[in-house]
Nanobody, 126 residues
Framework: QVQLIESGGGLVQAGGSLRLSCAASGRTFSSYIMGWFRQAPGKEREFVAGISWSGVDTNYADSVKGRFTISRDNAKNTVYLQMNSLKPEDTAVYYC???????????????????WGQGTQVTVSS
């Protein structure tokens, strides 16, 4: 289990960009698959993007494909989510999550992840 801290959220105008960061502590970070999830008020937590331990394999929710990019820098123990062309419907609390695994899951279920950050608010105005 690793400790995760998100940062980079804020208020941005529609069409703008934000870059979220997730700083991790722990020597086993490189063996973790990482994911970004988000949760809007009154809605369930949903998968946004995921990345393998190597950073080569990625997966995105259909709603963010072509706009968001997930990446990781294992040397810095950090995962990033570059969000471009933001829309008001992207407004949510964004969470970073980790799971020790060498393969990407078929289904990105929040309950399968054992490490979570505190969340960072992203608000997109129209």
């Amino acid at each position: 289990q690793v400790q995760l801290i998100e940062s980079g959220g804020g208020l941005v105008q529609a069409g703008g960009s934000l870059r979220l960061s997730c700083a991790a502590s722990g020597r086993t970070f490189s063996s973790y698959i990482m994911g970004w999830f988000r949760q809007a008020p009154g809605k369930e937590r949903e998968f946004v993007a995921g990345i393998s331990w190597s950073g080569v394999d990625t997966n995105y929710a259909d709603s963010v494909k072509g706009r968001f990019t997930i990446s990781r820098d294992n040397a810095k123990n950090t995962v990033y989510l570059q969000m471009n062309s933001l829309k008001p419907e992207d407004t949510a609390v964004y969470y970073c999550a980790g799971k020790r695994s060498f393969t990407l899951p078929n289904m990105w279920n929040p309950t399968d992840f054992d490490s979570w950050g505190q969340g960072t608010q992203v608000t997109v105005s129209s």
